[in-house]
């Protein structure tokens, strides 16, 4: 794990987004900037991303940003995240669970490394960057903001593990948000079509999708980034709640 930089200022709020060289975690990071927030941005592999990322950033507001590249699968190394953020800043306000394992696990084809892969980034970090910042976020009044899934409830068929380690941040969200209550607020945002898998989706499973969404389009990464800033900064009298950001996918049919 790294942390280069200066210190700054504590009186600016400050938030902590795992996963967040690119796609969504990129998009919360600028709204959360943008928003006023200093950053202390966890990356994985996408060392060259981040740096892009983080240059952007200071070049707006010199010193806004600390990047810190850890595995989040390292039980041992979550703390230290927290740490290094306090450190730098002075401060911790806000926790974003952003980083995510997804991989499909066709029943009959499941192990144990599938099982704990998907579910020490999907379930556990969180848990235990939210127990490792509670203190903090207790102090600044603070919130946590997961980023969960439309799976955790409606299933994605040969995608067994990921659903249900989702369905378990789901359940840790309601818990930690009677746990960390009434100073800290905790929810989640479920996304819906917001971004196609990098890997490609063959256009067949997209129009499907779509068709199942009542606003029948894409949504964006900037609806995601909007949602986390006002679970963050508006959303004072919510905690425990599951937002669905999915077009209406979710409605009835």
């Given amino acids: 794990m790294t942390s280069p930089g200066t210190s700054v200022s504590d009186t600016r709020p400050v938030a902590l987004v795992t996963g967040a060289a690119r796609r969504l975690g990129a998009a919360i990071a600028r709204r959360l900037h943008a928003a006023g927030h200093d950053l202390a941005l966890h990356y994985r592999d996408s060392a060259t991303a981040m740096q892009a990322l983080a240059a952007e950033l200071d070049a707006i507001r010199p010193g806004s940003v600390l990047s810190l590249q850890a595995e989040l699968a390292d039980a041992d190394a979550l703390p230290d995240l927290v740490d290094a953020t306090v450190a730098r800043f002075g401060r911790l306000d806000v926790l974003v669970n952003n980083a995510s394992a997804f991989s499909p696990t066709p029943l009959g084809t499941i192990t144990v490394a599938d099982w704990d892969t998907q579910?020490?980034?999907?379930?556990?970090?969180?848990?235990?960057?939210?127990?490792?910042?509670?203190?903090?976020?207790?102090t600044t009044r603070g919130a946590i903001v997961n980023l969960v899934d439309?799976?955790?409830e409606r299933p994605l068929r040969?995608?067994?593990?990921?659903?249900?380690?989702?369905?378990?941040?789901?359940?840790?969200?309601?818990?930690l948000a009677l746990e960390l209550a009434p100073d800290v607020r905790v929810n989640a945002i479920a996304p819906g079509a917001i971004l196609w898998p990098e890997e490609g989706k063959p256009e067949a499973a997209k129009a499907a999708m779509l068709a199942r969404t009542p606003l029948a389009r894409v949504g964006s990464?900037?609806?995601?980034?909007?949602?986390?800033?006002?679970l963050v900064q508006g959303a004072g009298y919510t905690t425990g709640h599951v937002l669905p950001v999915d077009g209406g996918r979710l409605l009835p049919s």
Avoid at 160 to 174: E, F, I, W
Avoid at 225 to 230: G, N, S
Wanted: hydrophobic fraction near 55%.
């Fill in 158 to 175: 040969d995608h067994a593990v990921y659903c249900m380690s989702k369905a378990a941040l789901v359940a840790g969200t309601r818990a």
């Fill in 150 to 152: 439309l799976y955790a």
């Fill in 119 to 138: 579910f020490a980034t999907n379930a556990r970090a969180p848990l235990l960057l939210a127990q490792a910042a509670a203190p903090h976020l207790r």
């Fill in 221 to 230: 990464e900037h609806d995601i980034a909007e949602a986390v800033l006002w």
